[in-house]
């Protein structure tokens, strides 16, 4: 390999060491930063001016700037590993009533949750207030009450006079609202005036988007059907939050992924980040990038990267892990360049620069496999899918060509949760670059010559080594570097440009929609069964398992099991217990989801049963937004433990007449013993033989039946067995036979 050293003459003083560096430097300042954007020249330009280009000075400084900054994409890819809740998790999550709602930024098109914040009952009428947006949004608006739409008459923007009033069945003369988009000056006057003083004027919640409801609870015997939950779920469809453009400073409502991601770095409450600290013109690529149109199967196209979802904010966590899944949705990623915050968008490049050789400056490291654990063969995306009511949904597995055969014949799913596609055509071309991403192995670690100075983490090269590196030749992408200059000796100074280079391809990227995209089924979300859902039917279990001790004492028991609701806003399960077949219902208690055991399963006892007496259970969802119907058990008799009995000894048959026999039997040496059972049967087996009779009989205890009623010439066969208090029962005895005369 070559010298790491560039070598200058100079002459003595601090002019003279500052020339040699600016003689390195210089040629390094006239890269054109649309093509491998390099951070030097675009400061140099902003601290002189454009008209500065091509001075003495301009150089030294883009040279200076360029080498003070590289932090490249695996450093921020680092911080971006806590796991953020699911899109799903945090909708339910802002539905809970709280007087410390939680911060949020709404963006694009999508179901908002309102959490109630505050409300007061008057009568038979409820007035709350709902934060739906920590900021201003854009509208139009259409209302859910538990996921139901509600169609209105009126202006839900006045809030001198009525507002909005529901029109449709169950919500008509029932419900009146009002909606506030950040630039309300007042609480609606109809809710000021009837709550006496709960609500004020001054309630206005400017700046953030709020909804004012009065609610009428009706008719007792439809107040169920009508409200379901207390307070009701309200849920938000509408265009939100506005979003400032770089490409034209204009400020309105965008679903483009870029232009959001840019809003929430500037705008979050934990660390918004001044336009200084970021790289706009890597945004304004970025919002270019997403507003591309892709061809969808079938013909049309989409925009390449929408993002729509709600973003919540935590103290104590880095923004940029909270707005992973903002990324996660254009499948870009972050990185720093000159100091300052710029993104990376998921397109396809062409390559900026070709390296065929590094210095000696430090070892020459090559990567070509990385760990299996790495390695996936197929890739699906979870993402909330709005034809289910923004209940997550999974798109078709992605199967990578050739992984599987390459890695074995092991396959290894990989599952990405996009949070901020609403899509399944935009979640699949997503998944498809996570998948691909996961099977770039290569890696070049080494030191690289000044001619490569104004490449930056995420420029795109190519790298030909020549023989024998001929196995890592090909398109890799600027993962870190990290360029130094400074003075050698008096004659001469050292550039070092230390970098790693990771293997990329235009496949990731590419998709043919034709080929790649897969049909979904669309979900099949009603209103109707927006309601809280029971949970599984639950089975009852006897016997030993449910067999009580104490102090000697043993008890029948039935033991009732179900696992949870399919509801995401279940809170727990009540349950209830009677007698089969009777009116009255026994409370058999509330299990919160503390009390799921590791199985995922839920279970009450009923105790102290009485044997051999059927039972049944129904149990029933409790929820944020309110109960499920009830789900019941087939019953099941009463049963104590299992105990083995002694077997009877045989019993003996007479024909006293032409149509009676009588039967004696002995009941079986066993202390348990409580009751002897008589069998008969046309045949000599006991398998199919139907009950004589039964006489409660102690150990040992000789009891005698008779069958009547039969014909002459009768032959018939009889057995017997023990019974013991819980149920349980001994073999059949040996049998017995006669013939009527």
């Known amino acids: 390999m070559a010298s790491r050293y560039c070598e200058t003459p100079t002459g003595d003083g601090t002019l003279r060491k500052l020339l040699m560096i600016t003689t390195a430097l210089v040629g390094f300042a006239t890269a054109e930063p649309a093509a491998a954007a390099p951070v030097g020249t675009w400061v140099a330009t902003a601290i002189f001016g454009a008209g500065a280009a091509g001075t003495f ?3 030294v400084v883009a040279g200076v700037v360029s080498m003070a900054a590289s932090i490249g994409l695996s450093m921020i890819a680092n911080k971006l590993l806590t796991k953020k809740p699911r899109q799903d998790e945090v909708r339910a999550e802002l539905t809970r009533p709280t007087s410390l709602p939680a911060y949020r930024f709404v ?3 999508t179901w908002a949750p309102g959490t109630p914040v505050g409300w007061t009952v008057k009568g038979r009428a409820l007035y709350i207030c709902y934060l739906l947006n920590s900021r201003p949004s854009a509208g139009p608006f259409k209302v859910l009450f538990d996921k139901r739409e509600v169609e209105k008459t009126g202006d839900e923007f006045d809030f001198a006079a009525g507002g909005a009033t529901a029109t449709n069945t169950p919500f008509n003369g029932h419900v009146r609202y009002w909606i506030g988009r950040g630039d309300q000056t007042a609480c609606p006057a109809q809710i000021v005036s009837e709550t006496s003083g709960y609500f004020t004027a001054s309630d206005t919640w400017r700046g953030r988007t709020v909804l004012w409801a009065r609610l009428e609870c009706g008719a007792d015997d439809e107040r169920q059907e009508r409200w379901p939950a207390t307070p009701p779920e309200l849920n938000v ?3 939100w939050s506005l979003v400032e453009d770089p490409r034209d400073g204009q400020t309105k409502f965008s679903r483009n992924q870029g232009l959001i991601v840019l809003d929430a770095l500037r705008n979050n409450p934990v660390r918004p980040y001044a336009d200084t600290y970021l790289r706009l013109d890597t945004f304004s690529w970025a919002a270019d990038v ?8 079938g013909g049309g196209t989409i925009p390449r990267y929408r993002c729509d979802g709600i973003l919540t904010f935590t103290d104590g966590t880095e923004i940029e892990d909270q707005l992973r899944p903002l990324l996660d949705a254009g499948a870009s990623r972050l990185t720093r360049i000159g100091g300052r915050l710029a993104i990376v968008p998921a397109v396809q490049r062409a390559s900026v620069k070709t390296i065929t050789d590094v210095t000696d400056g430090q070892p020459l490291n090559l990567v070509r496999w990385k760990s299996s654990d790495d390695l996936h063969t197929e890739v699906v995306a979870r993402f909330p899918a709005p034809d289910r009511a923004y209940e997550s949904a999974e798109t078709p597995a992605y199967v990578i060509p050739g992984a599987q055969a390459a890695d074995g014949g092991v396959s290894k799913r990989l599952t990405v949760d996009l949070d901020f596609v609403t899509d399944h055509r935009q ?14 192995q290569r890696q070049v670690s080494g030191e690289l010559f000044p001619d490569c100075f104004d490449l930056v983490s995420g420029s795109v090269c190519q790298v030909d080594l020549g023989y024998p590196y001929s196995a890592w030749q090909g398109k890799y992408e600027v993962e870190s570097i990290a360029p130094a200059a400074g003075l050698n000796d008096d004659d001469s100074i050292t550039i070092r440009l230390p970098a790693v280079l990771t293997e990329t391809s235009d496949e990731i990227t590419a998709w043919d929609a034709e080929a790649e995209e897969q049909d979904m089924l ?5 209103a109707a069964g927006a309601r809280v859902l029971p949970p599984p039917k639950p089975v009852l279990t006897t016997g030993t398992a449910a067999t009580q001790v104490s102090g000697g004492v043993v008890a029948a028991g039935v033991l009732a099991a179900w696992t949870a609701s399919v509801s995401p806003s279940a809170l727990g399960y009540e349950w209830e217990w009677r007698l089969y077949l009777s009116s009255s219902w026994r409370a058999g208690g509330y299990l919160d989801q503390s009390a799921e055991d590791e199985n995922g399963v839920y279970s009450g006892l009923i105790s102290l049963a009485a044997p051999l007496t059927l039972y049944q259970v129904r149990v029933r969802t409790v929820g944020m937004y309110g109960r499920s119907d009830w789900i019941l058990s087939d019953p099941i008799a009463a049963l104590g433990p299992s105990v083995s009995l002694n077997q009877p000894p045989q019993p003996s048959a007479a024909a006293i007449s032409a149509s009676r026999i009588d039967v004696t039997g002995q009941q079986a040496n066993d202390l348990n013993a ?3 059972l008589f069998y008969v049967n046309d045949i000599d087996s006991p398998l199919t033989a139907a009950a004589l009779d039964s006489r409660n009989a102690g150990a040992s205890v000789t009891v005698t039946v008779s069958e009547t009623g039969l014909s002459t010439g009768t032959t018939r066969f009889y057995w017997t067995r023990a019974r013991d208090q819980w149920g349980n029962l001994s073999e059949f005895s040996a049998s017995a036979t006669a013939t009527t005369p």
């Open 674 to 676: 409580h009751e002897l």
């Open 522 to 526: 669309p979900g099949a979300f009603s």
């Open 290 to 297: 997403a507003q591309q149109a892709v061809g969808v199967k």
């Open 427 to 440: 979640a699949q071309r997503v998944a498809k670059i996570m998948g691909w991403r996961s099977r770039m």
């Open 237 to 239: 469809d509408g265009n």
């Open 57 to 59: 000075a301009y150089a």
């Open 107 to 109: 963006y694009g098109k």
